[in-house]
DNA sequence: TGCAAAGCGGAACGGTGTTCCGTATTGTTT
DNA sequence: AAACAATACGGAACACCGTTCCGCTTTGCA
């Protein structure tokens, strides 16, 4: 049992009925409300549209990060299993390094503030940043190693990096049509290319 | 007479003395504190700091974006300022647009918070982003457009988006020792180049 | 049905930005 | 010097937010 596995059973395995009720409409409401509002959305917006209490909000994501990796969890997997699978499917390293990350930026514009909230300072946040670092950056790394051995770019970049920088290049990203991150993380891509 | 002198003349030319006063106290104690908590350090610090009560604080600088052009006017009109002459003294106008990046990353990641301050979606801080832009954008622009005309980068990217890559790259450098902005950014603009 | 355990709700607290107005300071006029 | 109007000051008060805490309710079991 991997720490995922752990953490989703503490919510199929809730011992009462109403709990689980309860915190599947959270779950329900803040997605709802995320996609309305931003993942910074007032704690109490999301425990009116749930319907339940501010402690009961408190009680099962005890911090917002926890609430936010609980909604976006089957996404971020979803992201992590791509890496492996395009990496095998790509003519070259590189075009699978290109695409995956596509997916990366295509999952963070289209989730109001969540790249802010993941440089976030505040306490709780580093939970966030942490969540996403576990499931990513080893698929980041490996895809990295691959197009680096492949030739196709420099070496020396840490995943962590490309990921922070990624992440970075997506804060506001919505909100402003002059600004297209997706078009200044392919730039950044294209600073990493080997000068053939 | 331009909007820049119009702004300052608006300190220099305060009535009473004491308000004169009162006005650079709170500039020198908002630029201690800025440096030791950040641009986001709350107004109950810098006015107490400054000695002065909260409501001083408000009518000399009525939203906080206010302050914080107050304090680093200087600092950005020599950034601005420094773009023609790099432009004249490089040998290349690649050269001088790399030079001035460097001038303005080691700008923003000095200045705690500052970056994240410039993309904060809340009310009042459009006002920091658009003196930051009325400000440089141009500056930029010249010397993208003068790496444009040399064949040096490639065309069609506005200067408003390169900015705005920018100071999202420098968002949270400093507090990450693992996170280099000044690398991220000549990654950015290695991307920018034409290739060859 | 009774009862203990588990869960719930929301009042209350601390911290923050912002407004507002009675009071104090300043500069001018007499 | 004294009176006065204009200007500026201070901080109480309000609104909003995250977070904690505890009396009350619901649940599941004996």
């Not at 402690?55 to 005890?62: A, E, M, S």
């Not at 089957?74 to 890496?83: F, I, K, L, P, R």
């Not at 909230?117 to 790394?141: I, N």
Request: aromatic share 6%; charged share 20%; net charge neutral.
């Amino acid at each position: 049992m991997n720490d995922s596995d752990r953490r989703t059973a503490s919510m199929a395995g809730s011992k009462r009925k109403d709990a689980r009720r309860n915190q599947q409409a959270l779950l329900d409401a803040a997605a709802t409300i995320f996609v309305a509002s931003g993942v910074e959305a007032p704690v109490r917006d999301i425990a009116a549209k749930a319907g339940v209490g501010i402690g009961t909000i408190y009680r099962h994501f005890p911090t917002r990060a926890e609430l936010i990796i609980a909604v976006y969890r089957h996404q971020v997997d979803a992201c992590a299993e791509a890496g492996p699978a395009l990496l095998a499917a790509s003519p070259t390293p590189h075009a699978a390094l290109a695409q995956w990350v596509d997916l990366f930026v295509d999952f963070l514009v289209t989730k109001h503030g969540l790249a802010a909230a993941m440089r976030s300072d505040s306490a709780g946040f580093e939970t966030l940043h942490a969540y996403f670092l576990d499931r990513l950056l080893p698929v980041c790394t490996q895809l990295l190693d691959a197009a680096t051995t492949s030739g196709e770019i420099h070496p020396g970049l840490e995943a962590y990096q490309l990921m922070r920088g990624i992440g970075n290049l997506c804060i506001g990203a919505d909100a402003d049509p002059r600004y297209d991150a997706r078009r200044m993380v392919a730039l950044l891509v294209a600073g990493l290319r080997q000068p053939h």
